[in-house]
């Protein structure tokens, strides 16, 4: 029988306090919630859900004092879970060999990429520098906020801003050119 979101708040909220025994509680309640969370994504790959279980449950150990007490429990677990989920997906990343590129740009008509990238270019040209440099690397290249940040060397929330900002500025410019 899983644990209601009160008593998972309350095991939390023990913990936070100092409680040893409601903090390994709460753990232990997860478990099965976090399995079925991961399970529905990956069918078939019980290996990678037992890791992303034991992945998740340190991260909600270790950033446990992130929690805010008037919020629901299982929706800030989810979101950790999330982001477990999110990593393991770019570390599944599968590589494949060059060989014929040329072959493979020319029938998979690159030329259209590159017209398209031409088309971004000149898009994020009408925005800031800053916003434009967060929306390319979070949006474009596929970087996470954190690599995106440490790449430019400012913190996560203002890339999360920058990218905010810049996308209203985007689809304002977009809606006032329609």
Sequence with gaps: ?????????????????????????????????????????????????????????????????????????????????RYKLIDHFRRARQMVSIDGLEDILISEGFEEACAARIDIDRLLGGISAKQAKAIRDTKVEGLSIAEAAQSQGVSEADVKVSVHR???????????AS
């Design 1 to 81: 029988m899983r644990a209601s979101e009160d008593q998972l708040r309350s095991w939390m909220i023990g913990g936070l306090d100092g409680d040893a025994d409601a903090h390994a509680a709460l753990l232990r309640a997860l478990v099965p919630i976090l399995r079925s969370f991961f399970g529905r994504r990956l069918r078939g790959a019980s290996d990678d859900v037992e890791d992303l279980v034991q992945e998740t449950l340190m991260a909600i150990h270790s950033r446990r004092a992130t929690y805010r007490r008037d919020l629901p429990l299982v929706a800030w677990a989810y979101g950790v879970a």
């Design 166 to 176: 810049g996308l209203k500025a985007l689809a304002a410019r977009l809606r006032g």
